[in-house]
């Protein structure tokens, strides 16, 4: 790299320079034995989250953990293993299930990482390459395989895009200095499941002459700068590798010209639809064709996204004859390693050992033979994790907020719940709505995805500054998907609540309960 283009690079750009993100992981057992405190800063703060390890200045000493789980489908052995690594740190460990079908263990300490990695080898599991400028998890419908009205399904492809990506797992030091962080969707029914509008590629399917494949978007992304929804690459490919080799060459491409473009002097414009609008749609897709070798199809005229987006709780007959899965809503994501255990248990005794993540921040177990359906709905764990709770807890997401995120500016999961349960109380609601927080700008909670997304900021209320909201309205998912745009800045808090309910009344038809 020559003086003139390193003095260009970004902050974080020249940290990478200096030494790659991956090296850490030879050095994790040193780590473990010097203690997190004497560990170099920009190592700690930076390098490690390339093996999945975040340090969390609001909670010092005590690490989360970020998991690699394709298409969401994790087994009770593995989710077993996970509660063993949680139930080590009493109050403090935990687990959230992400937006990305993912999930993230809390509180575990630096000098356990060896023997976790050691644990999650055992079954399976890896963390690489899932922080910082590296392709995200993968996304799928998370009844893969189980859907009566899938068309494709989408497990095996996200796990080969995974190996790809991951060289299966050790770590790929191809894609591992990514301008920026890069999200990959692979979508297989008709409902949009995997929100195909806010990843960098997704695959949405599509009928070619006949042949069932995929129609391709790409550039979508939330951030505080910026929000852009994926728009056509007008291509086409086939239900099979090429899948893994267009993403290939997308990522290649996205990779090796992030500095001729700019993309790596600003964090803020770095993300692919940034290159898309430095070069525009066609010079993009000539260099993609140009690396795979090969022309690409044109995309189909329409694709399959029929349905309005499912959230997959309650009971479903699946297509294998004699079974049905059983959605349990998992409140805000949120997981003990007790619960963790029973999850993992209750597979085990009534499914076939599987559970399926969802992007809603919620559980499906599937394989549960119809005959068992009645006394499975009576085990204690579907209290605490029902199967249909009420319209807006139903459907809350959230971030992790501010107790263990340093960029979040407000606190989001319990005054989430909190507002939800004391307005579905309040109110007759006749549909879900959907209300999704995130704690700052980044949009971890993708808030404008919501019916209703509010975005954590600092408000001014009788001369004191205060925790508070922007509101969004109109995001809209499935077909027809849509971002919501700002509508009103600055609402306290502490005045939230009645400005819900009165949007809730007047534009989404709810009534005061008598």
């Not at 309650?314 to 004699?322: A, I, T």
């Not at 922007?470 to 800045?489: D, Q, S």
Request: net charge negative.
């Amino acid at each position: 790299m020559t003086m003139t283009a390193s003095s260009k690079l970004n902050k974080i750009e020249k940290a990478k320079a200096e030494k790659a993100g991956l090296a850490v992981k030879e050095e994790l057992e040193h780590f473990a034995e010097i203690g997190w405190e004497a560990v170099d800063k920009t190592d700690l703060e930076m390098r490690l989250k390339w093996l999945g390890i975040f340090y969390r200045p609001v909670t010092p000493g005590k690490f989360m953990l970020r998991l690699r789980i394709p298409n969401g489908v994790i087994t009770s052995a593995q989710m077993g293993v996970l509660a063993e690594i949680v139930q080590r740190y009493g109050d403090d460990g935990s687990a959230d299930i992400t937006t990305r079908q993912n999930l993230q263990l809390r509180g575990v300490h630096l000098e356990d990482m060896p023997d976790i990695f050691r644990q999650l080898k055992s079954v399976g599991l890896t963390t690489i390459q899932s922080g910082m400028d590296n392709v995200r998890n993968l996304t799928g419908s998370p009844a893969a395989g189980i859907d009566p009205d899938e068309l494709i399904d989408t497990r095996e492809l996200n796990q080969k895009l995974q190996d790809m990506i991951t060289n299966q797992g050790e770590g790929n030091p191809t894609f591992t200095n990514l301008p920026r962080k890069f999200n990959i969707a692979v979508e297989g029914a008709r409902d949009n499941s995997i929100h195909a509008e806010i990843n960098d590629v997704a695959f949405v399917p599509a009928y070619q002459n006949g042949e069932l494949g995929f129609n391709v978007l790409i550039g979508g992304y939330l951030s505080a700068q910026r929000c852009a929804e994926a728009i056509p690459m007008n291509v086409w490919v086939p239900a099979n590798d090429d899948v893994v080799e267009l993403s290939r060459a997308i990522l290649t491409v996205y990779n090796d010209n992030g500095l001729a473009a700019g993309l790596r002097e600003s964090r803020a414009k770095a993300r692919l639809m940034w290159l898309i609008d430095h070069w525009g749609m066609e010079k993009f897709r000539e260099e993609v064709e140009k690396t795979m070798g090969k022309s690409l199809a044109e995309a189909a005229p329409e694709d399959e996204i029929t349905q309005d987006k499912k959230d997959h709780l309650g009971v479903h007959p699946q297509k294998q004859d004699g079974y049905s899965y059983v959605g349990l809503h998992v409140p805000m994501g949120r997981f003990s390693a007790q619960t963790m255990f029973e999850l993992a248990r209750l597979a085990e005794v009534y499914g076939m050992g599987e559970i399926r993540l969802t992007v809603e921040q919620n559980a499906l177990i599937p394989y549960i033979k119809n005959e068992n359906l009645e006394t499975f709905l009576t085990e204690p764990l579907l209290e605490q994790f029902s199967i249909n709770p009420t319209p807006l807890t139903r459907s809350v997401i959230s971030c992790t907020g501010a107790r263990y995120c340093n960029f979040a500016i407000i606190e989001t999961k319990q005054r989430a719940l909190k507002m939800a349960q004391e307005l579905d109380a309040e109110l007759n609601i006749r549909d879900r709505v959907r209300i999704h927080w995130t704690g700052c700008p980044n949009s971890c909670g993708q808030a404008q995805a919501g019916d209703i997304g509010l975005i954590g900021t600092k408000v001014r209320k009788n001369d004191q500054t205060v925790e508070g909201v922007n509101l969004y309205t109109g995001g809209k998912v499935g077909k027809e998907a849509k971002l919501g745009t700002l509508t009103e800045k600055s609402i306290a808090c502490d005045d939230l609540k009645g400005v819900l309910k009165n949007l809730l009344i007047e534009q989404f038809g709810a009534t005061e309960k008598v």
